[in-house]
């Protein structure tokens, strides 16, 4: 079973960056279209970005577009989350999920995922 580990969150202040790392045990991630997606409390699970299997095809939010980037690397079995000038409203928790129910491109859709990590918090705050 696919098994998905988010490192990377933390406290940053208004403009500053982090990078989120999703990495797999368990199955390849060469198969896997993976997202990320957050949860704010008292708010409902948002798609953030998503990226394809091949990595040829990617989607994010509007809100988070030119600010974000998502890359993978298959041979490290890793997917990552740039996030550039954050702002207060990125603070929440974030979550990476796969799935294989959909190729050659990239839905934020929750549902469609199967396989999701514990989650990394990211609080940004002066």
């Known amino acids: 079973q696919l098994q998905l580990v988010e490192s990377g969150g933390g406290s940053v202040q208004p403009g500053g960056s982090l990078r989120l790392s999703c990495a797999a045990s368990g199955f390849t991630l060469d198969y896997y279209v993976i997202g990320w997606f957050r949860q704010a409390p008292g708010k409902e699970r948002e798609g953030v970005s998503c990226?394809?299997?091949?990595?040829?095809?990617?989607n994010c939010a509007d809100s988070v577009k030119g600010r974000f980037t998502i890359s993978r690397d298959n041979a490290k079995n890793t997917v990552y989350l740039q996030m550039n000038s954050l702002k207060p409203e990125d603070t929440a928790v974030y979550y990476c999920?796969?799935?294989?129910?959909?190729?050659?491109?990239?839905?934020?859709?929750?549902?469609?995922?199967?396989?999701w990590g514990q989650g990394t918090q990211v609080t940004v705050s002066s």
């Open positions: 999920a796969g799935t294989v129910r959909v190729q050659g491109m990239c839905v934020m859709w929750p549902r469609l995922y199967d396989y």
């Open positions: 990226i394809s299997s091949s990595g040829g095809s990617t």
